[in-house]
Nanobody, 122 residues
Framework: VQLQASGGGLVQAGGSLRLSCAAS????????VGWFRQAPGKEREFVVA????????YYADSVKGRFTISRDSSKTTVYLQMDSLKPEDTAVYYCAASPRVVSPRHWEYDYWGQGTQVTVSS
């Protein structure tokens, strides 16, 4: 599975962005999907994860109520809608997929996109 993340950019605080994670070769069927982020000098941080087959979704407390994960009907793209952005949301955002487990632990994911930069100005 190859993943391609896109949609990052520069936005003012309070604004919105929608990130996309596209799967090539295969669809996201049978995969749990997560989004993580990493700010300079910090550890990779869990953002949200969703179980396969329209299963449960889990959000980090820091983004709950502001971010929403969704999948398109073709199951080849996963989206992360980010609203009410804050400067502390600034990071490189990565999507990841696992055939085994939905988890907040990044090391449990097998497939990763290349990351997309999100910068929120105050």
């Amino acid at each position: 599975v190859q993943l391609q993340a896109s949609g990052g950019g520069l936005v003012q605080a309070g604004g919105s962005l929608r990130l996309s994670c596209a799967a090539s070769v295969l669809t996201f069927n049978g995969y749990d999907v997560g989004w993580f982020r990493q700010a300079p000098g910090k550890e990779r941080e869990f953002v949200v994860a969703t179980r396969r087959n329209r299963g449960s979704t889990y959000y980090a407390d820091s983004v709950k109520g502001r971010f929403t994960i969704s999948r398109d009907s073709s199951k080849t793209t996963v989206y992360l809608q980010m609203d009410s952005l804050k400067p502390e949301d600034t990071a490189v955002y990565y999507c990841a997929a696992s055939p085994r487990v939905v988890s907040p632990r990044h090391w449990e994911y097998d497939y990763w996109g290349q990351g997309t930069q999100v910068t929120v100005s105050s």
